[in-house]
C-alpha cells in the first residue's frame, strides 16, 4: 500500500469513527436489525466480520474520548498549578519575548493554558515560567 492510500484509509476511518460516535443506541440497534433482517436467507452475512468492524469502530471511539478526558484533566491540573503561584514572585519570558517578573495576583484561562497576570502590569503564560520564588511573609503576616 502506497502512503497516500495508506493515509486516505487512515483519514477515512478517523471520519467514520467520528460519524459512529453520533449514533445513539437506538440508531446502532436498528442498524443492526436492519442489517439481520435486508440478508439473503440463502446466503447468510458474515455478523461477526460486521460485529468486529462495529467493535473495531467503539474502540477507537472510547480512545478519542478517553483522549479528549486526559486532556481536560491535564487542563485542570495545570490551572490548579498555575493558581497556588498565586503571591509567589516569578520571572520568565513573555509572549513577546520580554523578561516578565512580578508577584502573580491571578490566574486565567487562554486557549494555550493558565496565563499569570503579574504585579508588574505583564502577563505570562504558566509553561513559560523559569523561576519561582516563595512569597515572603512581612512582620505581623501581610504579604
Do not use: W, Y
Amino acid at each position: 500500500m502506497d502512503p497516500v492510500q495508506s493515509t486516505s484509509s487512515s483519514i477515512s476511518s478517523n471520519q467514520n469513527a467520528n460519524r459512529f460516535s453520533e449514533l445513539t443506541n437506538d440508531e446502532f440497534v436498528n442498524i443492526i436489525t436492519t442489517e439481520l433482517a435486508n440478508q439473503d436467507p440463502l446466503k447468510p452475512s458474515d455478523t461477526s466480520a460486521l460485529l468486529q468492524q462495529i467493535s473495531d469502530l467503539r474502540s477507537i471511539q472510547t480512545d478519542m474520548d478517553l483522549g479528549g478526558r486526559l486532556d481536560a484533566l491535564v487542563s485542570q491540573n495545570e490551572m490548579a498549578s498555575a493558581s497556588s503561584l498565586i503571591g509567589s514572585q516569578v520571572t520568565g519570558i513573555a509572549s513577546d519575548g520580554s523578561l516578565a517578573e512580578g508577584v502573580v495576583k491571578t490566574v486565567v484561562r487562554d486557549n494555550e493554558g493558565p496565563v499569570l497576570r503579574l504585579s508588574s502590569g505583564q502577563s505570562l503564560m504558566f509553561k513559560q515560567v523559569h523561576e519561582i520564588n516563595a512569597p515572603e511573609v512581612i512582620a505581623g503576616g501581610a504579604q
